[in-house]
């Protein structure tokens, strides 16, 4: 089945910087994305959803690629904030209700 | 907007013991899931419910049993708790279309069994 491979664990930047995490998936036929952030003692919040017709993506204070041919999403905080420390999850899914979720990204934003 | 409820917060338990975790959202939402989270593994899928009368397990539901009392509530019993067992259960909700719907999530219920 699918798998969804998530990279670094854990990430650490100064503020204003960049942060990148990385998401592999298995699945070619793998349609929806997911980014959602996680803040201590709270469930998850949805960052963005992506549809695989749309390789770049743009929110506030974030760009979303996907890679249809290398099966990559990323995630990139162009200049990040102590408020974006959380963790990271994507998820992929193919359209059948189930999606599969990375390990997700601890991230550290030095003030 | 909705907000999904989860209770309790925290779930203190014996080993052996059967222990039930209740979900309830106000989204009007036709699908729920259970999610398990552990420290580095990211979310796993343990039950999920397509609409009112649907159960379908996922990749986690051995020790697990589930009900989907009506549309606005997803029970989860832990059958036997696993001693210094500790994670977070996670409840969702979409409105189920298979269009990739957006999941909504809960605050989580953390367990732990002494």
């Known amino acids: 089945g699918e798998q969804v491979e998530q990279r670094p664990p854990h990430l650490s930047v100064r503020e204003g910087d960049s942060a990148v995490i990385i998401c592999t998936y298995t699945d070619p036929n793998s349609y929806y994305f997911f980014w959602y952030k996680q803040e201590p003692g709270a469930g998850l919040q949805l960052l963005m959803k992506v549809f695989s017709s749309t390789e770049i993506n743009e929110g506030q204070g974030f760009t979303v690629l996907l890679n249809k041919k290398d099966k990559q999403l990323s995630l990139n905080l162009t200049a990040a904030h102590p408020g974006d420390s959380a963790v990271y999850f994507c998820a992929a899914g193919t359209g059948n209700y189930k999606y599969v979720f990375g390990a997700g990204t601890r991230l550290k934003v030095i003030a | 907007g909705g907000i999904i409820t989860q209770t309790p917060k925290f779930l203190i338990g014996q080993e052996g013991q059967k222990l039930t975790l209740k979900c309830q959202q106000n989204f009007n939402h036709d699908t729920m899931y259970w999610y398990r989270q552990d420290s580095g593994k990211g979310l796993r899928l343990i039950y999920y419910?397509?609409?009112?009368?649907?159960?379908q397990k996922g990749d986690l539901s051995e020790g697990y049993d589930a009900s989907r009392e009506k549309k606005s509530s997803f029970s989860l019993t832990v059958t036997s708790a696993q001693k210094n067992e500790m994670a977070v259960f996670l409840c969702?909700?979409?409105?189920?279309?298979?269009?990739?719907?957006?999941?909504?999530f809960g605050p989580g219920t953390r367990l732990t069994v002494l």
């Open positions: 419910s397509i609409t009112e009368n649907d159960l």
């Open positions: 969702a909700s979409s409105i189920g279309d298979r269009g990739g719907a957006e999941q909504f």
